[in-house]
C-alpha cells in the first residue's frame, strides 16, 4: 500500500494509506481477513458439530424405556426373571435384590439365538450350547465369546417401574 506523505496541523508530516484508490496491498489484506474469517467461521462449525455429535450420543445411544414391576409376577420375589421387550429390544430381566434389577440382551452373541431364562445361574442357548452368567452377562461357555449386552437400570420402588437406559 502507497502512502501519501500529510501535513497535520501540528506541521508534522505524517504519511498515511492511500484510500482514494484500492491498491494489491489492500485486496491482500482483505482477502487475508476474509480468509482468517473464514477458518474462524469453519472451527466454530467444527465445535459445534462435535457438541451435537456428543450430544446426541450421550448418554447411552438409545433414550430410555420403562417396565412396570408390578405386572410382572415373576419379579416379585428376589431371584426371579421374565422376558420382555422394551423400546423394540428383546431382553431378560433379573431382580437381584429388593431394589436392584439386571436387564442382559435376551439375544445370544454367537448367532443371534433367543436366550434362556436364567436356571442355576446361567442363560443357555439351546442353539449351539453358549452360556452366559446371570449376574453380569458374561460368557460361561462358548461358542459364544461375547457377552450379554448390559443395560443400565434404575427402579423407583415407589412407582414400581423400572428405567431401562438403552
Ligand atoms: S446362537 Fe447361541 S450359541 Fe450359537
Redesign the pocket.
Known amino acids: 500500500m502507497q502512502h501519501q506523505p500529510i501535513t497535520t496541523t501540528s506541521g508534522l508530516t505524517e504519511t498515511a494509506p492511500n484510500l482514494a484508490t484500492p491498491d494489491s496491498e489492500r485486496r491482500e489484506f482483505l482477502l487475508k481477513a476474509a480468509s482468517m474469517l473464514g477458518v474462524a467461521v469453519s472451527a466454530g462449525a467444527a465445535v459445534s458439530l462435535i457438541n451435537a455429535c456428543e450430544q446426541t450420543n450421550a448418554p447411552s445411544g438409545g433414550g430410555t424405556g420403562t417396565l412396570n414391576v408390578a405386572s410382572q409376577a415373576a419379579l416379585q420375589n428376589v431371584g426371579g426373571a421374565v422376558r420382555a421387550t422394551v423400546n423394540n429390544t428383546q431382553l431378560v430381566v433379573i431382580r437381584t435384590s429388593m431394589t436392584e434389577f439386571l436387564a442382559l440382551s435376551a439375544i445370544?452373541t454367537?448367532?443371534?439365538?433367543p436366550?434362556n431364562l436364567p436356571a442355576n445361574g446361567a442363560l443357555s442357548?439351546d442353539?449351539?450350547?453358549?452360556r452366559f452368567s446371570a449376574t453380569d452377562g458374561r460368557v460361561l461357555n462358548g461358542?459364544?465369546t461375547t457377552p450379554l449386552r448390559r443395560y443400565t437400570t434404575a427402579f423407583n420402588a415407589m412407582t414400581n417401574v423400572l428405567t431401562i437406559t438403552f
Do not use: D, I, K, L
Not at 110 to 113: R, Y
Not at 127 to 130: A, E, I, L
Open positions: 445370544c454367537h448367532a443371534s439365538c436366550v442357548c442353539c449351539h450350547g453358549s461358542p459364544a
